[in-house]
T-cell receptor, first 111, second 112 residues
Framework: QKEVEQNSGPLSVPEGAIASLNCTYS??????FFWYRQYSGKSPELIMS????GDKEDGRFTAQLNKASQYVSLLIRDSQPSDSATYLC???????????FGSGTRLSIRP | DVKVTQSSRYLVKRTGEKVFLECVQD?????MFWYRQDPGLGLRLIYF???????EKGDIPEGYSVSREKKERFSLILESASTNQTSMYLC???????????FGPGTRLTVT
């Protein structure tokens, strides 16, 4: 089992709809969770961090964390073509000195 | 804003050459990381450093070495470049080991 799993996609969502990206992780003691956006040919850019159960909102983005079920998700409301990118989930396992990245979900927003 | 810079955006080297990739961060971060990213394989950690002159192997250290003589600078060295080291190389820094990482723009290295 991979430490951090994401559906590779592509996930196609119509413009203006809600895009939902999911991530599961294997280490139950994980403490910190991150979402990155990566445009083609560019480096990953941090968009959200979440540390406790529940929802965290930042503009059109909402991160949701459920430690009991070991998943973290990212919702993008009012999806725009500029949201088309690969989204990487990253998790900090218990007592780790680094974070573990998932392989990413490719999101495509269709006009 | 955190700023992480890398010495080159694109680099072409020949097989057998020694290659230096440099990374500089301006936020006084203790921790720095080198990854490579290949299609279908995601981000793979090569080496990381949690302090000056300290280094730890990541998941794929073979064929690479690193140097951290100053806190702000972390260098990746390909001792003898091979074609299977053609990749996108990404440097990142972090204030604490398991916290958010900030990436540089990346270096796309081609070894011919």
């Amino acid at each position: 089992q991979k430490e951090v799993e994401q559906n590779s996609g592509p996930l196609s969502v119509p413009e203006g709809a809600i895009a939902s990206l999911n991530c599961t992780y294997s280490d139950r003691g994980s403490q910190s969770f991150f979402w990155y956006r990566q445009y083609s040919g560019k480096s990953p850019e941090l968009i959200m961090s979440i540390y406790s159960n529940g929802d965290k909102e930042d503009g059109r983005f909402t991160a949701q964390l459920n430690k009991a079920s070991q998943y973290v998700s990212l919702l993008i409301r009012d999806s725009q073509p500029s949201d088309s990118a690969t989204y990487l989930c990253a998790v900090s396992p218990w007592s780790a000195s680094k974070i573990i990245f998932g392989s990413g979900t490719r999101l495509s927003i269709r006009p | 804003d955190v700023k992480v810079t890398q010495s080159s955006r694109y680099l072409v080297k020949r097989t057998g050459e020694k290659v230096f990739l440099e990374c500089v961060q301006d936020m006084d971060h203790e921790n720095m990381f080198w990854y490579r990213q290949d299609p279908g394989l995601g981000l793979r950690l090569i080496y990381f450093s949690y302090d000056v002159k300290m280094k730890e192997k990541g998941d794929i250290p073979e064929g690479y070495s690193v140097s951290r003589e100053k806190k702000e600078r972390f260098s990746l060295i390909l001792e003898s470049a091979s074609t299977n080291q053609t990749s996108m190389y990404l440097c990142a820094s972090s204030p604490r080991p398991a916290n958010e990482q900030y990436f540089g723009p990346g270096t796309r290295l081609t070894v011919t």
